[in-house]
């Protein structure tokens, strides 16, 4: 079992239109930031015609939703303004991985999770359901958790600093031990 966990945020959405897709299917495509290398799921693209680098990370990823019955919490999660982070995860050996360049062997008895370079497009269908699961994030994916009273923390702490500073008695360099005096 090899568990791949994809950090991002969406920093861009759209709808793919209808006219692009097969008729039923819907569509979104997300421009994100991660940290996730295409070389982490799709290893080296040395043999890939053409070569490529692989260790840049992901940039784009589409999701293909064969019908309107197809991950519809996935759909809405995706679709909301207010969400942001995410981390998409999936046992690679539950997928068919297909890396755009290589020859692969079709495999329909799994979900489809398709490399093109720096963009990942990934299909569901309602068979698959559960394999591919997206969990939304408090954080991205190299952001630390920021309390929402940061700016309050940040002047007490700022107001303590001053308060030591202007203190009496104020310290010399006498005041010291000898190894930090003059």
Do not use: W
């Amino acid at each position: 079992m090899t568990e791949i966990k994809i950090p991002f945020t969406k920093t861009k959405f759209s709808h793919i239109p209808a006219s692009k897709l097969r008729p039923g299917t819907l569509g979104i495509e997300l421009e994100i930031s991660t940290n996730f290398l295409v070389y982490d799921l799709a290893g080296s693209f040395e043999r890939a015609v053409p070569p490529a680098d692989s260790k840049v990370p992901f940039e784009k990823i589409a999701f293909i939703f064969a019908d309107n019955n197809t991950e519809t919490a996935f759909y809405q999660t995706l679709c909301d303004d207010n969400q942001k982070q995410f981390e998409l995860s999936f046992d690679k050996d539950k997928i068919f991985l297909n890396v755009e360049g290589f020859a692969n062997i079709i495999d329909k008895t799994k979900p489809e999770v398709r490399v093109s370079f720096k963009n990942l497009l990934i299909f569901f269908e309602s068979k698959f359901s559960g394999i591919i699961k997206l969990t939304t994030a408090s954080r991205g994916p190299d952001e630390p958790d920021i309390p929402s009273n940061i700016l309050q923390i940040r002047n007490k702490a700022i107001t303590a600093i001053k308060q030591a500073l202007n203190s009496e008695p104020k310290l010399s360099s006498k005041d010291l031990s000898s190894a930090y005096q003059n």
